[in-house]
C-alpha cells in the first residue's frame, strides 16, 4: 500500500500531538503513525470523586487502585516504571516485547502509548533559560513565542511572584497557580521565614509551574481538588496530548494510524518511505510522505533515525537527568491534620543554583504522599505489616517526597548503539552510562549542600533511593544537533535524509535539571515551522 | 538483613485487599491525635514490635515465601 501525504508525523506524545496539530494548522495533510494503545479498561470505571470519598463509600475502588489482575500491588525487584498506577500500565504495555533494549545499570522507560510517555506525565513545565537553551543548541531568537503557544494550547499554572520565576517558568500567558497542600503551605510559610539565608546560599523555592488547569480551558476543565491526579483524567485538568490527537481528529487533513510500529525510512530525491509493521495484521507496510517528523522520543527516534542511515554499532550520546528521590519527614506536622483538598502532583519547585556552576542549578520537587495508599509505604518498612502500618498512619501526613535532577552534558562513557536488526524485528538499543568520577563527586556535594536547604525548611531527609540512571525518564541528545553522520542540524533536519526532521530532544546537547517535556513541546512547533516553509505553507 | 523484615508478597496482598476494602477504610486512615501522641505512640509500636521483628530475623523463610 502506498499514499502520498504532506508530513508522516512518528509518535503521539507531546511533541509529536503538538507538532502534528501545527502542521494541520499550516495546511499540510498530515499522516500521525503510532501503536497508540489506550487504557481500555479502567477509565471508564473512575468516578469523579475524591480519594476520600472513594476509599470510604466507593465498593468497586479495588478494581482500579490494584487492578483486575492485582498489577498494582508492586512485586521486589522492579523496574523504572513501577510507580505506574493501575490505570496508567497502558503507558509501558508491550515495550519489553517490541522496543528491545539492553546494556548494563540503564534501563529506560519506553511507551507505545497514544500521547507516548505524556499520558502518565507528573505535568511539571519548565522554560529554559536564553542560556541553557544555547547549550541545548536551539539558538533562535523569538523562542519565547514557542513557549507561549505551548503555554495557551496546553494550560500552565504557574504564580509569576514565585522567587523561582524568572528560572522556573517565564512564559507569557500562563493561569493563575494551583492551590497548595497543607504540607507545602507549610513548607512555603518555613521558606518565607528563612528566606534571607537560602538565598544567600543560592536555594530559591516557588511552587512547581504545572501543565495543570486552575481555570477551565477549551472544554477541559479546572482541577477539583480530588487528590486522584495519579490514578485518574477526571475533568481532563491534567494535560495529556490525546486531548490534541481527538481535537486533530476534525480535521479531514490529519489521520491517525494506530497500531503502526514505525521501523525505518527511505528517502529517495521526491519524498520518503515509511515502513511500519502493522501489529493487527502483523504485516509490513509502507507509506510515502513528502516529509518526515520523528517524533518517537530520543531512544526510538534514534532507533529509527541510526537503522535507517546504516549506522549500526556507532556509537551516538545519551543523556539522562540522574534522579534520585528522598523520603523527608517534616517535624511540625507529625500528628496534625492535613486537608483532603488537593492536587496529588508536585506542590513546590526548589533550586539550588551551585556556587561552582550558578547557571546550573540541581532541582528538587516536593510532593505529599497521600493518595498513593498506604501498603507501599509499609511494603518499604523492615517492621511485621501491622507495626508498619501504624507507623505509617501517624507519619503519612509528616512525610514529604523530595525529588532531586540534575543536569546532564554528554561524555563518553554515556552512549546509545542501535545494533543490526534480526529479520523485521525493530533493531535492538545498547546503552552503557557511566559517568566520570568528577562529576558523580560534583553532584553528591551539591546535594548536601541541597539537604542542608531542605533542613532549614524544616524537612528531615532520612533516606536516599536511586532507582537507576534511566529513572528520571528523562531522555535526549541521541541525534545531537552538530556536522557529523547521524547528527542532526539546527532546524531538526536529520544528516543524510535531508526530507526527514527530528522533532523531540533527540537533537539536545544538554539536558538542565528541570524537567524536558513543556520545552519539548516547544521546540516541536518551532521544528514543524521549519518543515511547514520547507514545504512551502505557512510557519 | 533489613529485606528479612519487610513484608512478604503475601502479606502486602492481604494489606492492599483490606485497604480496598470501604468497610476497612478507618484502619488505614492517618492518626492525628497531636504530635505529643504521634512521638509516644511511635515509641510504643517500635517497642511492641521488637519480638515480631526477632522473629523474622530468627525464623527462615518459609517455602514458596519470596523474602
Known sequence: MSRAIDVAVVGSGPSGSLAAERLVEAGLRVTLLDVA??????????????????????????????????????????????????????????????????????????????????AAWGAASFTYTRGERERIGIEEPGFEAYYEAVTRRIGVSADAADDTADVAFSAAGALPPLELDTLARGILRSYRENRDGLVRNGFRLGRTPLAVLSRDLRGRLANPYHDMDFWSDARRSVFRPRY??????????????????VREFRSDDAGVDVRYRDLASGEMRSLRARRVLLCAGAINSARIALHSLGLHDAAAPILCNPYHYRPCLV???????????????????????????????????????????????????????????????????????AGIHHSDAPHEGKTLRVLPPEGDALPAVHFAYEPRAEETRLRLARERALVKALRRLG?????????????????????????????????????????????????????????????????????ADHLARDLGSGG | MLERLEPTERELRKLALQETDPARAGRFAPIVRGPVFAVLALAVVGVAALPGILRRLLTPPAQGDDT
Open chain 1, 37 to 118: 494503545h489506550d487504557d481500555d479498561q479502567y477509565r471508564r470505571l473512575m468516578p469523579d470523586r475524591s480519594f476520600h470519598e472513594i476509599r470510604e463509600r466507593d465498593e468497586e475502588q479495588r478494581r482500579f487502585f490494584l487492578g483486575n489482575e492485582l498489577e498494582g500491588v508492586p512485586r521486589r525487584n522492579v523496574r523504572v516504571g513501577a510507580q505506574l498506577t493501575p490505570p496508567r500500565q497502558f503507558v509501558t504495555r508491550d515495550t519489553e516485547r517490541l522496543l528491545p533494549v539492553s546494556g548494563e545499570g540503564f534501563d529506560p522507560m519506553q511507551s507505545l502509548a497514544l500521547g507516548g510517555l505524556g
Open chain 1, 244 to 261: 490534541v490527537i481527538s481535537a486533530l481528529a476534525r480535521w479531514p487533513r490529519f489521520e491517525l494510524v494506530r497500531g503502526a510500529l
Open chain 1, 331 to 401: 517535624p511540625r506536622m507529625l500528628g496534625r491534620a492535613a486537608a483532603d483538598r488537593r492536587h496529588s502532583l508536585s506542590q513546590l519547585l526548589g533550586l539550588l543554583a551551585p556556587s561552582d556552576a550558578p547557571d546550573d542549578p540541581v532541582s528538587v520537587q516536593l510532593y505529599g504522599y497521600r493518595s498513593l495508599l498506604l501498603f507501599k509505604l509499609v511494603k518499604e518498612l523492615p517492621l511485621p505489616p501491622w507495626a508498619g502500618l501504624l507507623v505509617t498512619r501517624l507519619l503519612v501526613n509528616a512525610l514529604c517526597i
Open chain 1, 459 to 527: 524537612l528531615l531527609p532520612f533516606a536516599r533511593i536511586d532507582a537507576g540512571a534511566a529513572s528520571s525518564i528523562h531522555y535526549a541528545g541521541t541525534l545531537p544537533i552538530g556536522e557529523g553522520p547521524g547528527e542532526t542540524h539546527a532546524d531538526g533536519r536529520l544528516r543524510g535524509a535531508p526530507r526527514v526532521y527530528v522533532g523531540d530532544s533527540a537533537g539536545w546537547r544538554f539536558l538542565p535539571a528541570k524537567g524536558l517535556t513543556f520545552t519539548i513541546m516547544a521546540n516541536a512547533l518551532r521544528v
